[in-house]
T-cell receptor
Framework: DADVTQTPRNRITKTGKRIMLECSQT?????MYWYRQDPGLGLRLIYY???????NKGEISDGYSVSRQAQAKFSLSLESAIPNQTALYFC???????????FGPGTRLTVL | SQQGEEDPQALSIQEGENATMNCSYK?????LQWYRQNSGRGLVHLIL?????REKHSGRLRVTLDTSKKSSSLLITASRAADTASYFC??????????FGKGTRLSVIA
C-alpha cells in the first residue's frame, strides 16, 4: 500500500463549488504539505503543518484552507473554486523539515 | 517566489549519453535536494546534499554543490530511456519548507 494517498485522484467541478482534497499518510511523519503544480511553474507551496496543532500559509494560500485532523490526515479545501485553480495538487510528508519529502500520487482538479 | 532555477528547461539526449542539469538558487541554504517526476505523478526524492558537502554520488547520479556560486548540478551517467522525466531541485534554509525550482524536462531517446 502507498505510504501517502490522496483522494480523489481526479475531480471536475464547477466555478463556485466547495471542494475538499484529502491526504492520508502511514509514514508516521509529523510534517505535511500541500503543493500546487501548474505547467512550466514547478511546485508552489499552499499550506504546511509541522504537527497537529500547527498550520502555516505557504506562497499561494489565498483561496485555500486546510485542516489537520490527525497526524496522518491533512485536507485542503477550496471554499469557492475558480477556473484558475485548475491544477495538479500534491500532498507530501517529511519527518524533519530538512529531510526528504514523500509525495502522494496527486489530484488532478479541473474547475469549469 | 521560487528559490531554485533549473537549466536547461528541456534536454534531449540519446540513450547511453550523460545528462547534466544545473540549478541556481538565491539565498543561503542548509541543504539542496533533487527530485524526479514521471509525467503527471508524484515527485520522488533522488539525493540530498548538505551545504558543507561538495559532491555526492548515488548509483548513476552525481550531484555537486558550489555554495560560493549558489549552484548545483545533477549528472546522470549512461542514461536510459527510463530516465525520461522532469527533474527538480529544491532548497531549504532553517525550519522553512522546501522551495522547488521549475524543473528540467529530460528526454532520453532509445
Amino acid at each position: 500500500d502507498a505510504d501517502v494517498t490522496q483522494t480523489p485522484r481526479n475531480r471536475i467541478t464547477k466555478t463556485g463549488k466547495r471542494i475538499m482534497l484529502e491526504c492520508s499518510q502511514t509514514k508516521g511523519h509529523d510534517r505535511m504539505y500541500w503543493y500546487r503544480q501548474d505547467p512550466g511553474l514547478g511546485l508552489r507551496l499552499i499550506y504546511y503543518s509541522f504537527d497537529v496543532k500547527d498550520i502555516n500559509k505557504g506562497e499561494i494560500s489565498d483561496g485555500y484552507s486546510v485542516s489537520r485532523q490527525a497526524q496522518a490526515k491533512f485536507s485542503l479545501s477550496l471554499e469557492s473554486a475558480i477556473p484558475n485553480q485548475t491544477a495538479l495538487y500534491f500532498c507530501a510528508t517529511s519527518d524533519l523539515s530538512d529531510n526528504e519529502q514523500f509525495f502522494g500520487p496527486g489530484t488532478r482538479l479541473t474547475v469549469l | 517566489s521560487q528559490q531554485g532555477e533549473e537549466d536547461p528547461q528541456a534536454l534531449s539526449i540519446q540513450e547511453g549519453e550523460n545528462a547534466t542539469m544545473n540549478c541556481s538558487y538565491k539565498t543561503s541554504i542548509n541543504n539542496l535536494q533533487w527530485y524526479r517526476q514521471n509525467s503527471g505523478r508524484g515527485l520522488v526524492h533522488l539525493i540530498l546534499i548538505r551545504s558543507n558537502e561538495r559532491e555526492k554520488h548515488s548509483g548513476r547520479l552525481r550531484v555537486t554543490l558550489d555554495t560560493s556560486k549558489k549552484s548545483s548540478s545533477l549528472l546522470i551517467t549512461a542514461s536510459r530511456a527510463a530516465d525520461t522525466a522532469s527533474y527538480f531541485c529544491a532548497t531549504i534554509l532553517g525550519n522553512t519548507p522546501l522551495v522547488f525550482g521549475k524543473g528540467t524536462r529530460l528526454s532520453v531517446i532509445a
